[in-house]
């Protein structure tokens, strides 16, 4: 089993800033893909983004076409942590917003209990 924990949400106004951290724990190795996701009310949770450790733990990122340039993902393929940094926020990207984790690369299999991030007008 896989926990996956979320810090870092809150109240921001349009075009401020925030920065998430995730951490799992609970495996002997380290996880092939970690990723954020979305979940706006009365939408479907969508993909934001992830990162995704090789040999040597050098990770590879990926998002989402409506955050590039915004948002930024980084992490530590050794610790298992990954972080989502989102600047010029918009109140479209009010959400809560979930860590997921892949250990095997077949798919995120564990997930986090969410964050809310809200960004008023």
């Known amino acids: 089993q896989v926990q996956l924990v979320e810090s870092g949400g809150g109240l921001v106004q349009a075009g401020g800033s925030l920065r998430l951290s995730c951490a799992a724990s609970?495996?002997?190795?380290?996880?092939?893909?970690m990723g954020w996701f979305r979940q706006a009310p009365g939408k479907e949770r969508e993909f934001v983004g992830g990162i995704r450790w090789s040999t040597g733990r050098t990770g590879r990122t990926y998002y989402a076409d409506f955050v590039k340039g915004r948002f930024t993902i980084s992490g530590d393929g050794a610790k298992n942590t990954v972080f989502l940094q989102m600047n010029s926020l918009k109140p479209e990207d009010t959400a809560v917003y979930l860590c997921a984790a892949d250990p095997t690369g077949g798919g995120f299999d564990f997930w986090g209990q969410g964050t809310q991030v809200t960004v008023s007008s």
């Open positions: 609970g495996r002997a190795f380290s996880l092939s893909t």
